[in-house]
């Protein structure tokens, strides 16, 4: 899947686009014990089992990546998730946010299908890792949905609750190199308020303090019918 990104820097913004063909997951991606076991139990409220590792990696097909800001799902049971996105261009890490959008009624069955039915929607601005390095466990990522029509916060944290991307991605590489080029990687996300649940719009955020700025996109959920 081609994506095309504006990466911006302190030198000022360029056009980059980027080939996928690999798409990584990262889950259970919590720097604090205490949380994952939150996030467990948040899921297992819902009938998601435990997961057998933490983390752990889900491959998901590369055509399931998309910049739309509408998206389709078959059924209500599915939900959004906030999570730092990176990935290599020029030989340099970048990074930006997506959704792991994932579908509870089947992750109770299996969390990898239900990660893999569900398009991952990326936003399209993107910074260079290498700018907010120093002080990545002070970016903050955020999600909003759409509630009896109003706009309600949905999840917030920040980014040193989670393991980080070089973490994440030696751990997915075994330790022999950095992410592959054509590789995304979403890195883990944080609780929600007031419980998992579907929503109609969906609104995700990365605050970067130092620099007062944000990366932002909103995706519309299309419900399709779920025909026996």
Not at 31 to 54: C, F, K, N, T, W
Not at 142 to 165: D, M, S
Request: hydrophobic share 40%.
């Amino acid at each position: 899947m081609k994506a095309s990104f504006q990466l911006e820097t302190d030198a000022g913004s360029r056009s980059v686009e980027v080939d996928f063909d690999t798409l990584i997951v990262a889950g259970w991606a919590g720097r604090d014990r205490d949380a994952i076991e939150h996030h467990i139990e948040e899921l297992a409220a819902i009938g998601v089992p435990r997961p057998s590792a933490v983390p752990l990696y889900y491959r998901i097909a590369d055509n399931q990546l998309t910049q739309s800001e509408r998206v389709q799902v078959v059924g209500g049971d599915s939900s959004g998730e906030v999570e730092t996105f990176v990935f290599m261009v020029d030989g340099e890490l970048c990074v930006s946010i997506a959704s792991d959008h994932t579908d509870r009624k089947l992750e109770a069955h299996s969390v990898a299908l239900s990660k893999q039915i569900c398009v991952k929607p990326v936003a399209n601005v993107a910074w260079r890792h290498a700018d907010v390095a120093e002080y990545w466990d002070q970016l903050v990522v955020r999600a909003y949905i759409e509630e009896n029509g109003e706009e309600v916060l949905y999840q917030e944290g920040p980014l040193a609750t989670l393991r980080t991307p070089l973490d994440l991605i030696e751990g997915y590489t075994g330790g022999t190199g950095g992410l592959p080029p054509g590789a995304g990687m979403t890195c883990g996300t944080v609780a929600v308020r007031g419980g998992i649940r579907p929503a109609a719009r969906f609104t995700m955020e990365l605050f970067d303090p130092r620099r007062q700025r944000t990366l932002r996109h909103r995706y519309e959920v299309e419900v399709l019918p779920e025909i026996s």
